[in-house]
């Protein structure tokens, strides 16, 4: 490997330059599982302070199964019980 840099003039003290950016805003995720069929309880867990979103139910015929997440900043977790 050889570098072509003229200086190398990285500043390492605030940020990385290998760091890429995060994404600025709001946000879902269309989010598809394959499931067996039966009941699905799903609920959506903010990832900063460990809250509750939202809480889907539903009744699944077994395949692939859709959701849409609410809208989040940084990220989301998903988590389903059967």
């Known amino acids: 490997m050889t570098r ?9 003290n605030n940020k990385s330059p290998f760091d890429t950016p995060k994404p600025v805003g709001t946000r879902s995720a269309n989010v598809q599982l ?3 069929a039966g009941n699905v309880d799903a609920v959506w867990i903010n990832t900063r302070n460990g809250r ?7 009744r699944h015929t077994g395949g692939v199964w859709s959701v849409v ?11 389903i019980r059967k």
Do not use: G, Q, V
Request: no cysteine; net charge negative.
């Open 4 to 12: 072509n840099d003229p200086t190398i003039n990285f500043d390492w």
């Open 34 to 36: 394959n499931l067996p």
């Open 52 to 58: 509750t979103e939202r809480h889907d139910k539903a």
């Open 69 to 79: 997440s609410p809208l989040f900043e940084e990220d989301i977790a998903l988590a």
